[in-house]
């Protein structure tokens, strides 16, 4: 049929256009319960924080912060409002700024400073003020301190922060006009700020920040080290355009500044070109969008997951990489630096130096080498290592991906967030599942598994596409979450949808490592959930679903009558979510093949034309999916259908 | 409908995913009527050359040369076979090519040399050799030149070549290994070739070449200048990869070579970097596939056209760029020279030279100027300057296209050959149409109308989908034609299927500058076939169709009738080529609405359920399509419906 083929020939078109998986299930909005925070007149929900001990979500917001049970986000416990003075605003506005969008209080720093502190800071109307938030009062302390550096006048402005050890560790711009970037540590003991200079940050677009603490087993004599990720304009490469170049740069939480040099500066500023790339198709992504470290007691070393896209001919291809620390470690460690040099009196060219090093090593954190120097402190660094690191703040070397390629790849979608969890299922194997946002509210769930990479399942978390902000795991609670912050409000989603699926088979096609089938209550249940008795639950992450043979298919009971009347045309409908699946009729256990003009198959059903007594009897509907080859088959609706009994010819003259 | 909302958003998510014009309307191979050359045996037919004063269209393809009637190539004239010998294809095999594949004389050259001969050069089993062939006997004269610098010795490898003034300019690999760039000009006089350094050709890839001639009053007394156009390997940019970059050179015609210095080299030989990108989405397009010079006594200058795709982030975007050849030539006379300088001891880093140069201007060819100071030939031109341009090949300052950005992008095709005819419709306007053919066998032809680009129609040339390798224009006759070449055949195509409508309105829809609508004889006519009296003619290239009413429409004639049993359904089918428009069912006048379930609208047709006394009627299908605000409507075919005559109510008597 006309319509069919040409909808054949879109999905063909479709599917050679977009490249990577494809989502196996769409959950639309209304298909699944969410949970939802959403308050009237209030906007920007950007900043999220997890107390898990407390089973507190605390959310900042435009000029409120709340603090919601975690378990359930539509539950507030307590608000505290932020809110911008008249006058502040007018003054605002005064400078030309938007007193509709821009001059009010935006959170932007939301993080925990001892037991019952938060330490907050906001836009404040273009002048960033940072306060403490008393968590048993719920109250502001009223400090208003000067928060320059730790957040961005500019709620367009980009800004990332981690606490470590009551410390602040900030990246942002540091000025009205967004045009002064800077990496900062608030501290009683030392603040240390960037050189503000084109070699240390060139228009960087900051996006996460996060601490990796030295082994505990640490021959080195190491540090422990914050990691800041942002992209920005390369001054190595040129072409035609200006090249943006994701970076990884990290300072040493040991840092106390230089005497003289670098005073009051970062000793140990390092920063390195961060690599997802895609050799295979020359595919580079050369914008970073966010960071997440896994870091896990089972794990040899911490993962840093990144997800990024391009600006390069960019027609909305977005990848994740992973790195190793040690590798990023390596880097900093024992990478070449750059140096910039003049080329015929008037070109600067980034090129690798090649000259002496000067000993400690320069942007080294204090260890055990640079303390047998007798240099116990970054204070007492020889001028040397300090000038030198001033001015070579660059590695040549990159920080290449595991495997030396992303580990997915996707087109017509751009992510802006990621988390990643580790299950170990049923098999003992550990999964890594990887939850993308989108820039079109979307959430997706990914895991490699048979060294291919799958989408499981695609959640529509805003209906009305914001783009996602902030996303943030929750696994120490007996139900897994994930939170999604955007503009207009949070959504809490479980980390699976297991009930949606009724029979063993569908059940264990999903291939979620938070899934397995339970025999006994014969359910798809959350192996976290509901995990009592392994032997009860059947998993077939590897493919093989051959244990559902033995399972009761609460399918085959789906059985609808139908009694038509002769002549009469009948559309019986049956649709399945799985977009890898296919459906398949049969009449009287005969499938039914495509070209017989006495029925067409539709796409969610199927239509019977001039329904004669040839046509009664058992209409299936069953939905097939291959999986490592073999084909799996599940019963979803039987329909029977029978003719009217012909009444007496009397009654066919009053129709 | 389900299936019929699914195919909708489909349809969506596709027009969201692919950004450019669509077709108007695509032409499948077997709708239309196309005129072949295929001969059983013989492949690669890649080397086109129309003689339009001989009406002679000659073809060389592997290992022959044919002469076929431009008017229909399937008639063919001459054929003269040129084979490699068994002892050669032996020799070939043994340096380890293939005797099935490559091992053959693949004709690469195909050029006029006076009235009656034709220069041909192919790779002779990677020992590549030119012949004579007359024209007259259609035989070849058995020179057996050595072909090194005008064709390939590998199939594989890039090859350009023309013909200007009896002296061949060619561009391709010297040697067997393709690692030899070479641009050569093959001549009794002076033959020439560039140096064999990276700075004047790294890694290229040649697509085209041909002359502009110097105009007649020409007050620098300037030569006529022979440009080339490929992609190679930029030695100025930087970046993760390789980057390759388009580029413009140039020669002069009147280059003798130097003395000493450049001897028997280019004296004249000048690059610089050719512009295609797009600054508003930073869609940056590096590969040139094929160039079109559009010379025509009506234009101020000659326009060169360019289609072009990206190898970076290359998810199936091209682009048409167009350049005045005013702007090439200011770029070569007076742009600055890059030079190339040391950096750190280990590092070459190209750079805008800013020193003296020395005159006359190095690379420019011999005009008033120089002949002022005495230079009257490259031979007797001062060392400095030929030592300069020997060193100095690359102009800093790049060649940008008319408008500063492309004119045609478009996604999922990649363009490989362009030609561009120029048409002045009715309204007196000079339309340039661009005939774009793809990877995928298809021909695109567009138009920039009301500062908008529209393609008036897709051809699918080869339904097996092969890539169009070349690419001709045939004007001068009455019905012009476009040639396209690849592996397996020559297609032969129309520049237009006004015929194909069969109504004012469809006809000036098209908006194709070479249709319009006879009045007299109702029928829709290709303007230069058939110009006759303007007066009778109808355009509507500004979108205008208001004319069209007062013309009669042959469409409305077309009624089909129907007899149908009561209870039973009806499909009625209706189409239109134009992907624009929509079509809209009216029911005894009443336009009948998507959400009746008496009835389905289908992609082609209709669907009337259960039809009774009710549905009877007059059922009309229209298309439909806006044009510059206004909604066109045009009927298309019209239905009456009749029940069948119930038979005597023989079974419905009283008891």
């Given at each position: 049929m006309a319509a069919k083929s040409l909808f054949v020939a879109l999905c063909v078109l479709l599917e050679a256009a977009a490249f990577g998986p494809v989502p196996r299930i769409t959950w639309e909005h209304k298909e699944i319960h969410l949970t939802h925070l959403k308050v009237e007149g209030v906007l920007n929900y950007t900043s999220l924080l997890l107390s898990e001990d407390e089973n507190i979500l605390y959310v900042g917001a435009r000029e409120v912060i709340f603090a919601v049970k975690s378990i359930n986000i539509t539950e507030k416990i307590h608000e505290a409002y932020w809110k911008v003075s008249d006058e502040k605003s007018d003054a605002c506005g005064k400078k030309g700024k938007s007193r509709q969008t821009e001059c009010f209080n935006f959170i932007r720093v939301l993080q925990p400073l001892g037991d019952n502190v938060l330490y907050v800071c906001g836009t404040h109307a273009f002048q960033p003020t940072c306060d403490h938030l008393d968590l048993n009062t719920f109250q502001f302390l009223g400090k208003n301190e000067d928060g320059k550096g730790r957040c961005?006048?500019?709620?367009a402005h980009s800004y990332t922060s981690v606490m470590v050890d009551g410390e602040l560790y900030s990246a942002t711009s540091n000025n009205f006009l967004g045009s002064e970037p800077i990496i900062f540590r608030h501290s009683q003991q030392s603040q240390l700020r960037t050189e503000y200079a084109v070699p240390w940050l060139n228009e960087p677009n900051f996006v996460y920040a996060d601490v990796i603490r030295a082994p505990q087993s640490n021959p080195e004599g190491d540090d422990d080290k914050v990691y800041f990720f942002f992209t920005e304009v390369s001054v190595e490469f040129d072409f035609l355009s200006k090249l943006l170049i994701p970076r990884i740069a990290r300072v040493c939480k040991g840092d106390q500044g230089g005497l003289r040099t670098l005073q009051k500066k970062w000793t140990s500023f390092l920063k390195a070109k961060l690599i997802c790339y895609s050799p295979e198709n020359n595919f580079i992504f050369n914008v970073i969008n966010d960071v997440f470290i896994l870091k896990s007691p089972d794990l040899k070393e911490p993962v840093i997951y990144g997800v990024f896209t391009s600006n390069l001919n960019n027609v909305g291809i977005s990848a994740v990489c992973a790195y190793n620390v040690s590798a990023v470690e390596a880097v900093f460690a024992t990478g070449k630096y750059m140096q910039s040099a003049t080329v015929e009196q008037s070109h600067t060219k980034w090129v690798r130096f090649n000259g002496e090093i000067p000993k400690p090593r320069p942007g080294a954190c204090i260890n055990n080498e640079a303390r047998s120097l007798n240099y116990t402190s970054s204070l007492n660094l020889p001028d040397k290592t300090l000038r030198f690191v001033k001015d070579h703040p660059l590695i040549e070397d990159s920080v290449d991906p595991i495997g030396n390629k992303p580990r997915l790849m996707i087109q017509n979608v751009a992510f802006t967030q990621i988390v990643v969890d580790q299950v170990t299922a049923l098999d003992g194997i550990t999964y890594d599942i990887m939850f993308l946002s989108t820039d079109k509210g979307k959430l997706l769930k990914a895991v490699n598994q048979q060294s291919e990479m799958r989408i499981i399942e695609e959640i529509v978390l805003f209906p009305d596409m914001e783009p996602v902000q902030n996303l943030l795991l929750s696994t120490k609670q007996r139900k897994r979450y994930i939170y999604a912050g955007s503009s207009v409000g949070v959504v809490q989603t479980p980390?699976?949808?297991?009930?949606?699926?009724?029979?063993c088979i569908e059940c264990a096609l999903t291939r979620d490592p938070y899934c397995a089938w339970n025999k006994v209550e014969s359910s798809c249940v959350n192996i976290f959930q509901d995990r009592n008795d392994d032997r009860l639950l059947i998993q077939?992450?590897?493919?093989?679903?051959?244990?559902?043979?033995?399972?009761?298919?609460?399918?085959?009971?789906?059985t609808v009558m139908h009694t038509v009347k002769s002549g009469s045309m009948v559309e019986l409908s049956c649709s399945h979510k799985s977009k890898l699946a296919s459906l398949v009729w049969t009449f009287n256990n005969e499938r039914l093949s495509d070209?017989?003009?006495r029925y067409r198959l539709l796409h969610k059903g199927i239509l019977i034309f001039n329904v004669t007594e040839v046509d009664t009897g058992t209409y299936q509907c069953l939905f097939q999916e291959s999986l490592m080859g073999n084909l799996n088959s599940q019963l979803i609706i039987s329909y029977v259908i029978e003719l009217e009994k012909i009444p007496p010819p009397l009654l066919t003259t009053f129709h």
């Open positions: 961005p006048f500019d709620p980390v699976a949808f297991c009930e949606k699926f009724t029979s077939a992450l590897n493919g093989d679903t051959s244990q559902c043979q033995d399972s009761i298919d609460k399918g085959t009971e789906n070209n017989n003009p």
